[in-house]
């Protein structure tokens, strides 16, 4: 890596994911932040005066008096552009990015499913990074859009990959209990949520049981194979503010017992060349042995944020096993795992300063 | 019934559980509140004065002035017992209430799994009060040990009764969302929950993958044979006050979509004689049409908190069918489901008012 | 009273005290509800499609299918109008309603201050009513606005009026923690409030050290005259759904220890003609003598939320007396303050059926 | 400062300021955590298996494994002894520890108020600290007792403090809005809290009305003499899991205005001697300009927990300034503040490393 930093943008920079990126690029070794977009009402404003600031951690000094840009190549081109949008601005302003030559990464939904944009969680997935290959060929762009995952499919991929190359995935049964940041701010109203439990998130059942097999799959010339079990998903909302946990049961192929799923998953290493990557959480998986955790207040900044976190390991009457999965959705689940993503694709040379 | 009420003493009365019961009995038609009893600590104390009384409702003016007494036949006896006492305690003190002549309605858990205690949801199983006839004779009792079930068992076996009833069930994945009501008082330090979940409750995932089964059994010959389904449960506790909420997935017999499953929720009665007993809810079963409830804020207090509120019934990947379902824990799971216990009781001549 | 009902509107009718209204309006012994308005894009839809409705009371059968009209007089004309306009809104849109003639009872703050506008509280300052009778000749209006004061000042300004009139008021000091459903829907977000604290209400301070002046002060010919004394504020937003509760130091003009203020509390009693409407709450100050009370969670409801509670009354280092002022701010404070003056108006023989 | 660290004991470690004080301590670079004490029941076990941890922070590794021992200088010497033992155990114990010749710094409250003993706070107050020569002269002791603040009176004396040696204060009208771990662990009961504010702390007005007053007056000759203002307090609990906030209002001798009170305020700073201190915080005082702020969740932790946060300064229509002040409760205002204290003592030779 070179001792100059490269220039990376924030799109969508006043949310609750835009702050998760600047905070988290605030002292990167290998990025610098350089641009920060907005909705054209905030454009030329400082970001803090425009900004909501609802971090715990302090609005980094070098951020506060960038100016916001409108959300176009033209009024702010950097190598490597975060992408925080919602899925609809997503789906019509990325192409443009990537189309001038930016190596996009993207929290947003828009581009998911699409076989030739990949899904890439690094530590478990990264020869999906292949795809971009494919991507710039068909759409004739000079840059690419990579995403990362759906903040409750992250911890949940992880765990089921580690699994499924032990033992083998049949079958995963999900409930999720999802944290107050995964919808935005202003987001879910206190109104609706203090003394409350909301059962339903719009259209997120429908990605955390399709996400999964794409992320797992295997990568079968040039393309992704999706991985071949089945998912049934519940989705809801607590009053937790950062931190998704999943109950999950599991039917694998080669039956397994509580220990040794245990062993397999503290066992599960990151390849080489992703665990020299400065975001890579170590250990991916942490599990936990105490008969009530994880938890997310406990338990959601294990590895700053990045590793996830897995507990109460035990059988299951109907499938093999159940357990209980967190990760941070602002963080593993999103911001942090873009970022992840761009470290990967600046080691590999994917990257190159004066436009990917 | 007369028109002179039946003398009842609730035991354990200062708790969380023991409240709602002194609550709900403020104006019985059928019953009156004669004596309440507590902890030796607070033996000799009016109720008003020891009691750290915790719910929204008033605490009623009748019990106000109640003395404690002991928990024992010789201090406290009454034709009808109400118990909320812990389970430990339970065990050794419901027996010598129902020796003595008393008809006990327990929310404890002591005596739920013996084979001659029925745990009594009348409006699915009242033919199980008939084990009592086995119990007294066993036993030498001149009264009876009747239980409610878990608070958190209670929604879902009403739900699985009419399911299975309509179309066999085969399979149930269950994972609940509990009340800090749940856990008594002081039960759950706010440190603990406040921004957070608690993945496990002590005992909770046992009951709620055996209970239901010999509720919803039936009777054959003298013993009740435990329904032939298989539950696997995940338990989790929330911030929420009153109010258990399930996420379940159900394999039943004869394949059913959403709208005959629906149509039969919303069509299924209690029997007559049930629906005549003033705690009986209608409907016993809500079935709400929005895509986001049933929700504990808004749905826990339907009629009264005694109907079992279901939403979101939707196909399952893997089993037939998701839906929600919210009972309200400490009114038709604990004190008002004993309440209705009683009242079966009554109307089937059980209780004497001279000791059953 | 006739038998026959008086028509009556709510304008604003999908918001948080909007909604309040409806819930409370359900089964008024002498008010029907006729008319909901709504802003333009859900004109037309009915009242049960469109509102998000908060409240844990069941929306109302007959409110479900009215339909939502436009806030004109032309659309929406009854004798008596409920106001839950925002204040922009209220302060263009109400006097059209006055002047074709409907009795307006306003629950916004555009017109509070006004001269000719009485901020009516029937417990404690009937006679300010004669205000209107200035307004209609001035404003030429065949019907009349009267207004209910701000949330938060309506539980202070009865306390103060009954000291003031028992001992003189000179000074209060007054801190607020206020609830949720006082910043309206959505209102405050989740994220903001959630294991936190907001010290700050825009404009709240302003109006809670001036209005309740106005609300105890006494009619000088045809004009209020301010009560005399003077009143600090601060004011917090806490993670409550209802009920605001005040924590108030006052100096006195004749000095009264805690006892003598807790009795002139006790004692305190609104005017017969007051006592005779349904909604006056009896009693109208409630003191408790416990040293945590009142809780927002335990007290809030007191006379279907209409009492004000008052407790821990104290010596004050400084000024005379300390004490804790809770009332329900929707009810109390808001719709049923409203629903109460018109009662008050209703039993005067100011609202005609065919228009004010 | 030697290289080789002081050997330092926490007394009460499993509690929540014990917790604290393990955390803090973990990497000091002074102090070396080599004892832990607590109760009968947990003693001989090793601290993580018996301390139920509830700090986000992760447990350190150091601390891990260290036995529990008794609260005896027999059984646990060290020449610096941290004591987070609740108030009356403090009082019977914390002498022995001194007698025996350890440097104790106590959180409690039972030696607060006498007339030998420092309530130590370096930023404002560290020629107190000269109080403990005449306390060992008096009481015999080879080592000595220094306390910390009440967690309310902490940021609110430090506030007081600045203002007094610039303007002079004459009253202070305090509402407080404090924090759960001010209550300890398992502490408040969640039932208790969630969707409520307790408008009581027992003992706690008495303390913010007193400690003030010694912990911001001069040293007389070997004594303090209190500072000569008075103050008014009312106190709160509130659903926040960390951080006390306080509305505060106060009458100066010499009159400011909002700005001029700001800029005291900001430039404030502690002595030079204090400053070199390691957990001295830089600013002592933070001032916020924005219209909402301090709020707890966004600033307790500036600077570590150990900055007090002042915002909204305003005019007063009856003293002469508004303000709120915020401050971490258990890292300021309890672990964090006794660690500076006993960083002072060292720096000043007060604590030899055989005992004191």
Redesign the interface.
């Known amino acids: 890596m070179a001792v100059e930093k490269i220039p990376v943008a924030v799109l969508g920079a006043t949310g609750?994911v835009g702050q998760r990126f600047v905070q988290l690029l605030e002292s990167h070794p290998w990025f610098e932040l350089t641009a920060l977009t907005g909705s054209e009402r905030r454009a030329g404003k400082m970001y803090r005066e425009t900004c909501e600031?609802?971090l715990?951690e302090?609005l980094p000094e070098k951020a506060e008096s960038l100016p916001i840009l409108a959300t176009s190549p033209e009024a702010t081109l950097a190598p490597v552009v975060f992408s925080a949008l919602p899925s609809a601005v997503a789906r019509e302003l990325e192409p443009k990015f990537a189309e001038a030559g930016a190596a996009v990464f993207s929290n947003a939904g828009a581009f998911r499913m699409e076989p030739d944009v990949p899904i890439l969680l690094p530590e478990i997935n990264h020869p999906h990074l292949r795809l971009i290959e494919t991507q710039r060929r068909r759409r004739r762009w000079k840059g690419f859009i990579v995403t990362n995952s759906n903040c409750t499919s992250t911890g949940v991929s992880i765990v089921l990959s580690a699994l499924q190359s032990e033992f083998g995935v049949k079958?995963a049964?999900l409930?999720s209990?999802q944290a107050?940041?995964g919808a935005g701010?202003?987001?879910?109203?206190?109104?609706?949520?203090?003394?409350?439990?909301?059962?339903?998130i719009s259209n997120e059942e429908e990605k955390l049981?399709s996400e999964p097999l794409k992320i797992t799959g295997e990568m079968q010339g040039d393309a992704v194979e999706p991985a071949p079990f089945?998912?049934?998903a519940?989705c809801?909302r607590?009053?937790?503010?950062d931190g998704h946990?999943v109950?999950m049961?599991v039917e694998l192929m080669r039956p397994a017992d509580a220990g040794q799923a245990a062993e397999a998953l503290k066992a599960f290493q990151a390849p080489a060349e992703v665990r020299a990557l400065p975001s890579c959480p170590d250990p991916v998986i942490l599990v936990r042995d105490e008969?009530?955790?994880?938890?997310?207040?406990?338990d959601r900044?294990?590895g700053n944020g990045m590793t996830t976190v897995v507990?109460?390991i035990r059988p299951?009457?109907?499938?093999h096993l159940?357990m209980?999965v967190l990760s941070h959705n602002t963080i593993r689940g999103a911001a942090g795992g873009s970022i992840l993503n761009a470290e990967l694709a600046a080691a590999q040379g994917l990257i190159s300063k004066t436009g990917a």
Not at 238 to 241: G, L, P, Q, T
Not at 291 to 298: V, W
């Open positions: 609750s600031w609802i715990p302090r079958k049964f409930v209990l107050l940041s701010y202003p987001g879910v109203p206190s109104l609706d949520i203090q003394d409350n439990v909301i059962p339903f049981e089945t998912i049934s519940h809801n607590v009053a937790v503010r946990l109950c049961s008969s009530n955790r994880p938890q997310p207040q406990l900044m294990e507990g109460r299951d009457p109907h499938l159940k209980v």
